[in-house]
């Protein structure tokens, strides 16, 4: 059984940094393909980041570019998102997402998550 779970959320100023992890079993994760997702209120699932298996490419959502940088660590089966310079329209439940294949950014093309994390970003 595949398990997504993710950590390190919680509330930051405006301006300030975080960084989220998610730990997986149950999946060949050194051959996965990892991704975060991120829920804000009243809104649809969106895109934030997804990196290859080998950890060689990494893909954004615009909004996110040069402010918040996917990585992995295969020997620990974890996916690491640090965020840096937060604003309020970053305030979400963040998840991550797994899938066997490409790099992908829609929501339904990923077979695993995990429960989610909340960031908040006070003004």
């Known amino acids: 059984q595949v398990q997504l779970v993710e950590s390190g959320g919680g509330l930051v100023q405006a301006g300030g940094s975080l960084r989220v992890s998610c730990a997986a079993s149950g999946l060949t994760f050194s051959i996965a393909t990892l991704a975060w997702f991120r829920q804000g209120p009243r809104k649809e699932r969106e895109f934030v980041a997804a990196?290859?298996?080998?950890?060689?490419?990494?893909t954004y959502a615009d909004s996110v570019r040069g402010r918040f940088t996917i990585s992995r660590d295969n020997a620990k089966n974890t996916v690491y998102l640090q965020m840096r310079s937060l604003a309020p329209e970053d305030t979400a439940v963040y998840y991550c997402a797994a899938r066997y294949g490409r790099a992908r950014d829609g929501p339904d093309d990923y077979n695993y998550w995990g429960q989610g994390t909340q960031i908040t970003v006070s003004s």
């Open positions: 990196i290859t298996s080998n950890g060689a490419f990494a």
